[in-house]
């Protein structure tokens, strides 16, 4: 069974940092596509990075240049590491997993497996 839990939320100033973790398991990062994805009040929900480790990874426009994905595979864990973080970057921030063949042809959005997500707020 897939299963995702992330960490690492919380209350930080515009242009601070934060790390969101994911702890995985019941797959093998390597067979896998794991992403972060945000939903924020009134707003549909956005997914902003994946890491495959066979086919590299993707940043949205709206996080390109501030956030990194990573992973580290001794601990079966998905990082994201956010700065330079702005009040439109409030919301709650999920991790997703899906196999290889499926997530090379659906969004984000569309990955089968989700974790409970994190809260991030950013005050202005």
């Known amino acids: 069974e897939v299963r995702l839990v992330e960490s690492g939320g919380g209350l930080v100033q515009a242009g601070g940092t934060l790390r969101l973790s994911c702890a995985t398991s019941g797959f093998t990062l390597d067979d896998y596509y794991v992403a972060w994805l945000r939903q924020t009040p009134g707003e549909e929900r956005e997914g902003l990075s994946y890491?495959?480790?066979?086919?590299?990874?993707y940043y949205a426009d709206s996080v390109r240049g501030r956030f990194t994905i990573s992973s580290d595979n001794t601990k079966k864990a998905v990082y994201l590491q956010m700065s330079d973080l702005k009040p439109e970057d409030t919301g709650i921030y999920y991790c997703?997993?899906?196999?290889?063949?499926?997530?090379?042809?659906?969004?984000?959005?569309?990955?089968?497996?989700w974790g409970q997500g994190t809260q991030v707020t950013v005050s202005a």
């Open positions: 890491l495959s480790h066979s086919d590299g990874t």
């Open positions: 997703g997993a899906a196999r290889g063949v499926l997530a090379r042809e659906i969004p984000i959005t569309e990955y089968p497996s």
